[in-house]
Nanobody, 125 residues
Framework: QLQASGGGLVQAGGSLRLSCAASGRTFSNYAMGWFRQAPGKERKFVAAVSRSGGSTYYTDSVKGRFTISRDNAKNTVYLQMNSLKPEDTAAYYC????????????????????WGQGTQVTVSS
C-alpha cells in the first residue's frame, strides 16, 4: 500500500513537499516514481528515484524545481516542489516499479504496478 500526503493550495512561486509512505513490500527493493494527472488529461511522469536513492530522473518541465528523494529506513519517498507554477496543478501519485532490484529508471507508466491514492496540488496565479 502507498499513502501519499502533503498536497494543498499554494501560490505561484511557493513550495510543497509530498510524502508517500509504503507498506506491504520490501520498500528498498523497488525504484519509486511520482506521476501527476490534471483534470481531463492523462497521467504523466514527473520523477523517479533508484532503490538506493543515488540516481534520479525527471521530466524536463520540473528539472531544477523538483527533487525526488527517499528514506528507506522510513519506507518513504518524497517530492520537494519549489518555484511552483499554475501548470503544476494536478493530482500527484506515487508508484513503485513492478520489477524488484531494477537497475534502470523509467518514465513509462506501465513500468509501475503499485499506486497510491493521489494527493491534490493546486497552484494559484
Amino acid at each position: 500500500q502507498l499513502q501519499a500526503s502533503g498536497g494543498g493550495l499554494v501560490q505561484a512561486g511557493g513550495s510543497l513537499r509530498l510524502s508517500c509512505a509504503a507498506s506491504g513490500r520490501t520498500f528498498s527493493n523497488y525504484a519509486m516514481g511520482w506521476f501527476r494527472q490534471a483534470p481531463g488529461k492523462e497521467r504523466k511522469f514527473v520523477a523517479a528515484v533508484s532503490r538506493s536513492g543515488g540516481s534520479t530522473y525527471y521530466t524536463d518541465s520540473v528539472k531544477g524545481r523538483f527533487t525526488i528523494s527517499r528514506d528507506n529506513a522510513k519506507n518513504t519517498v518524497y517530492l520537494q516542489m519549489n518555484s511552483l507554477k499554475p501548470e503544476d496543478t494536478a493530482a500527484y501519485y506515487c508508484a513503485a516499479d513492478r520489477r524488484p532490484f531494477g537497475t534502470t529508471l523509467s518514465s513509462t507508466r506501465d513500468r509501475y504496478d503499485y499506486w497510491g491514492q493521489g494527493t491534490q496540488v493546486t497552484v494559484s496565479s
